[in-house]
């Protein structure tokens, strides 16, 4: 297969984790008879530097032309980057909420697995983190709370602030069968989460969430409450596979579910739209305290790299591959300065992306 393929790499350590990334898409490529096009392009701090401005037309351009976005970090140092004494919508920031609504990305993907190799980064209690987990959360990302009308003003002598949340029938299908068709690539179980007992918001999520589900017989549908999710997440993560959910919920929900991983260096991400096209970045951000030094761990943006194969590409065996040589690559002991522990082996961004390419 041809593919094009996006490359924004960004500030602080972007480029380090993302060459490493490109380093083992080549790999996949090379093994499994594929060519992969890159087109590099300006984002964020670096895109300011160049153009002015942290996201252009052109770049927006370039990316909907591509099958794919392979996306590092942007932004630099908050305190000290010249960057952020701009006006907050030329900061790089800015940029990434561009983009993002550009390309119409409405669902948010984030798996959170906890490495047996890992578990004692884990804060949980032995017993539970004993078991693993292997959870993706699906947050819908363009509507809901934090995209309704909002409002403060004095009512009756006394200040008062609106903030509304909507959703309609088709916001919430699309996202719908976005979780379905990911749990068909995975462990076929959905749990819906809701405040359904309380919001007109939730009732209407749940009933249209069923009704995608009679598409999807193979797929188990759980509905679970929000607050009772927080306490399942500490209790017994290993019971979720694709867990979908609204706006808010989902912020809050995968903050804490990417807590129990116990490193920011691990966690991949993708945003898509309602066709195979998505933005594939770790969840990580620029890490302006390492860049430069070789220091970054790569693993997040390799695995956003291998969901990109899976979820855009449609290429499981070589997605499943590069999964498995991370997890081979930690197996034999190899760590990043982030996730170093007794008895393992250092080593720099850049041998980290060679030793995973080295059991592709
Ligand atoms: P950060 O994630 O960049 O760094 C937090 C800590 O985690 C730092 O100690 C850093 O060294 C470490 N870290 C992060 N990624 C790592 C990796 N791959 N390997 C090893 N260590 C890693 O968060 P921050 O310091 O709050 O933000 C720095 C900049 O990144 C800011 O400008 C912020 O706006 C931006 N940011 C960008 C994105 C994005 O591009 N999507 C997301 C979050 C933050």
Redesign the pocket.
Known sequence: MNKKIAVIK?????PE?VSEAVKVLDKAAEKYAHTFEYTQLLM?GCSIDVNGVPLTDETIAACKASDAVL????????TT?PWYKLPANLR??AG?LKIRKELGLFANLRPCLLYPQLSGACPLKEEISSNGFDMLIMRELTGGLYFGERRTEEVDGVMTAVDTLSYNENEIRRIAIKAFEVAMKRSKKVTSVDKANVLDSSRLWRKVVTEVAADYPEVTLEHMLVDNTAMQLVKNPAQFDVMVTENMFGDILSDEASMITGS??MLPSASMNETKFGLY??????????AGQN????I??ILSAAMMLRYSFDMTDEADAVDAAVKQTLNDGFR???IMSDGCKMVSCSEMGDLICERI
């Open positions: 960004g500030d602080g350590i972007g984790i964020g996306m590092g970090s942007i932004g630099g140092d908050t980057s790089p920031e990434l920011i260096g970045e770790p969840s990580g951000g620029s890490a302006p305290d390492i220091k970054a761990n790569p997040a943006t990043t300065g982030d």
